[in-house]
Every structure is written in structure tokens, then in C-alpha cells.
């Protein structure tokens, strides 16, 4: 007997994906929990110099493939380079972000599982065109509003924001002072 699924197969093309800017990150949702029956979403990640999440931490499990250039994974009390090729996977509830603090682009390939996470950065961030277009410019109080309102956002995607300076005890006052600079912070 052969097997069978009520799911279709999912064909994600370039010219039909959704991509979201948060911060100065552009995010392609390539395969989203709708497709999978939330067992798992495929983002995209395009990572400029000086970007990457703020601190974080979530429920879902986080498996990230470095396809181009270079991140820095904050993970709990640990520091670790992840060059292309790289695989790392962020164990659900870990405190961690990961920073490009070089100065060429890396991209990421993501796996969240479950999905839910791709929702929450649609929530949060603004279309754009491509997975490279830059981010529009912030308008200072749709900013501010969002900044207020994030934390309940991320809870209700079980998720938590976690202080701007967590692992800052883990950065040189070089690092730190760039990804300010390029932030514009």
C-alpha cells in the first residue's frame, strides 16, 4: 500500500516570497507553518554589516546554515563564529542573538521548528521588495510605538525580547561601538 497525505507538495519560488525588514535585516519567508502544517518554516535571512536580531529567546528550536560570509552566535555564556558552511541550532528557550560584525553581507539559511516565528516577523516588520532591499528608513514614532509594543507581540509567538546589553560582557568595546555606528544608535 503505498502512503498517503492530505498535504500538497510546497513549490516556493523567488518571485512570489514574502520579504519582511526587521531592523536591517530583510527576512524571505521561503516555506512558512501554513505550508507545513506547522511543523517547520524556511527563512531566508540576509544579514548586512553591523546586523542581527536583538537578544532573544523562544520556544521553538532554531537551525541556521551560514550560505555566505559570516555571524557572531551569542548563545546563553557563549561566543561562537559561524563562517560559511557552518550549521548551528539554537536549542528552544536558549538566550541568544547572532550579529554580523564583519564587513561583507552573510546570508543565512533558517529552519524554525515549529513554525510560528516567520509570523512574528511579519507582524513586526514592513514589506520589501526583494531579500536584499535595504530597509526603508524607520519613521521615529511608528518605531517607538513598535518598540513599546514588542514584548507582548514576541509573547504571543512564545518569545521573549530580552535586554539590548545581554551579551555585551561577550563583545570587544570595538564591536560593540560598530554595530551602534551602523545602527545608528
Known amino acids: 500500500m503505498t502512503p ?7 513549490v516556493s519560488l523567488p518571485a512570489e516570497r514574502t520579504n519582511v525588514s526587521i531592523g536591517a535585516d530583510t527576512y524571505s519567508i521561503v516555506i512558512s507553518g501554513s505550508d507545513t502544517d506547522e511543523k517547520f518554516s524556511f527563512i531566508d535571512m540576509h544579514i548586512p554589516p553591523g546586523g542581527g536580531p536583538v537578544p532573544h529567546a523562544h520556544e521553538c528550536e532554531e537551525t541556521f546554515y551560514v ?9 546563553q555564556d557563549q561566543r561562537t563564529l559561524a563562517t560559511a558552511g557552518a550549521a548551528v541550532n ?11 560584525l564583519s564587513k561583507a553581507p552573510a546570508r543565512l539559511f533558517c529552519i524554525v521548528s515549529p513554525a510560528g516565528l516567520e509570523r512574528q516577523f511579519l507582524e513586526i516588520g514592513p514589506r ?11 519613521d521615529p514614532e511608528k518605531l517607538a510605538e513598535l518598540m513599546k509594543n514588542l514584548p507582548v507581540i514576541a509573547a504571543r ?15 570587544t568595546p570595538a564591536e560593540i561601538k560598530f554595530v551602534q555606528e551602523v545602527n545608528g544608535a
Not at 498517503?4 to 510546497?10: A, E, I, Q, V
Not at 550560505?67 to 548563545?75: L, N, S, Y
Request: one cysteine or more; a positive charge; aromatic letters at 10%.
Open 4 to 10: 498517503m497525505t492530505t498535504r500538497k507538495l510546497t
Open 157 to 171: 509567538y512564545n518569545a521573549k525580547i530580552l535586554p539590548p546589553d545581554t551579551f555585551q560582557h561577550l563583545m
Open 67 to 75: 550560505v555566505e560570509g559570516e555571524v557572531t552566535v551569542f548563545c
Open 128 to 138: 520589501v521588495a526583494t531579500r536584499t532591499t535595504p530597509p526603508p528608513p524607520p
Open 90 to 100: 539554537v536549542p528552544g528557550w536558549a538566550p541568544h542573538c547572532f550579529l554580523n
